[in-house]
Nanobody, 129 residues
Framework: LVRLVESGGGSVQAGGSLRLSCAGS???????MGWFRQAPGKEREGVAL????????NYADSVSGRFSFSQELANNTLYLQMNHLKPEDTAMYYC???????????????????????WGQGTQITVSS
């Protein structure tokens, strides 16, 4: 069930920056929103998690200190700013959201990725060395 619209992504050299956006009409109905990524031959992994009601954020260790959230409430849009990108950040990135607290709490457990209800269409990020 797709209810999120993603944009951003692209190709950049290592050390560069990109910004992803994710728009959802039910922005404040979601318990959480975030981005997963999946590289070829690897499991989908949770990268960054945001709670719209309260603004709490959580990041995977691999991106902590390099990725950060911002939001544009007028347009129900969440942004993920990605700085100091590395080749290992290369993957397909998917915005996701869910209303269920139990699902959100398991965001960083890869086996629970499929439990998320709402998904964006995905966007490719390629970081060259």
């Amino acid at each position: 069930l797709v209810r999120l619209v993603e944009s951003g992504g692209g190709s950049v050299q290592a050390g560069g920056s990109l910004r992803l956006s994710c728009a959802g009409s039910e922005y404040f109905d979601y318990n959480c929103m975030g981005w997963f990524r999946q590289a070829p031959g690897k499991e989908r992994e949770g990268v960054a998690l945001f709670y719209p009601n309260g603004g709490t954020t959580n990041y995977a260790d691999s991106v902590s200190g390099r990725f950060s959230f911002s939001q544009e409430l007028a347009n129900n849009t969440l942004y993920l700013q990605m700085n100091h990108l590395k080749p290992e950040d290369t993957a397909m990135y998917y915005c996701a959201a869910d209303e269920r607290r139990g699902v959100c709490l398991r965001f960083f457990q890869s086996e629970f990725a499929s439990k998320f209800t709402y998904w964006g269409q995905g966007t490719q990020i390629t970081v060259s060395s």
